[in-house]
């Protein structure tokens, strides 16, 4: 079926320090990704839409220049946490749907990102 | 903001038992979709249920949609201490981007 990787699993770095992390569609073209953050025993909240070849959309309180979006190809899309603070410390996971299934299909979620910020 | 709310928050049974947890939310939707997390790791789907449709099964796993009442219920019977994760409900209004509930954890006490 169909799988997204995201790397790393796990960051553990200095305050202002970039960090970027990778989510990548194994066996579908994904046009859209999406970013999600969660805080421990929290949900996931919705950072940003990553479109391929156009600007990212960021949700309400989103520092977009803190959370940079590339999507440069249709199997990958990448987030720079820019100049991290401990605050930012948090478990970041990507997600993507096969287009082509069209409709009413489920997301397939990466493993997340544990970024610890020291 | 999240338009899902879920109850409980959380939930302990013992093995066997069957467990239920309930999700609402606010705004007319695509689909509605029951997804399941293990400590630390990403999102597993279970179940997506369309908003013309009112239950679903896999395996142990029953869900029921209620779009008068904009609520839904995941059902897993028979549970084992496998099935101790955190469940969370989300639901798709366009353009597959999801909003989720609060979530439940679950502990199921071997």
């Known amino acids: 079926g169909a799988v997204v990787s995201q790397h790393p699993s796990w960051v553990i770095c200095k305050s202002g320090t970039s960090v970027k992390i990778e989510c990548r569609s194994l066996?579908?073209?994904?046009?859209?990704m999406f970013w999600y953050r969660q805080f421990p025993k929290q949900s996931l909240m919705l950072m940003a839409t990553?479109?391929?070849?156009?600007?990212?959309?960021?949700e309400q309180g989103v520092e977009k220049d803190k959370f940079l979006i590339n999507h440069a190809s249709l199997t990958l899309s990448t987030l720079t946490v820019t100049s991290a603070h401990p605050e930012d410390s948090s478990f970041y996971i990507c997600?993507?749907?096969?287009?082509?299934?069209?409709?009413?299909?489920?997301?397939?979620f990466g493993d997340g990102t544990r970024l610890s910020i020291l | 903001s999240q338009q899902g709310e879920e109850d409980p928050q959380a939930l302990s049974i013992q093995e066997g038992e069957n467990a239920t947890m309930n999700c609402s939310y606010k705004t007319s939707i695509n689909n509605l979709q029951w997804y399941r997390q293990n400590s630390g790791r990403g999102l597993v789907h279970l179940i997506l249920i369309r908003s013309n449709e009112r239950e679903k099964h896999s395996g142990r796993l029953r869900v029921t949609l209620d779009t008068s009442k904009k609520s839904s219920s995941l059902l897993i019977t028979a549970s084992r201490a496998a099935d101790t994760a955190s469940y969370f409900c989300?639901?798709?209004?366009?353009?597959?981007?999801?909003?989720f509930g609060e979530g439940t954890q679950l502990t199921v006490n071997p």
């Open positions: 997600s993507a749907r096969d287009p082509v299934k069209g409709a009413n299909q489920p997301q397939h």
């Open positions: 990553s479109n391929e070849g156009s600007k990212a959309t960021y």
């Open positions: 066996d579908f073209q994904a046009t859209t």
């Open positions: 989300a639901t798709e209004v366009g353009g597959s981007r999801l909003t």
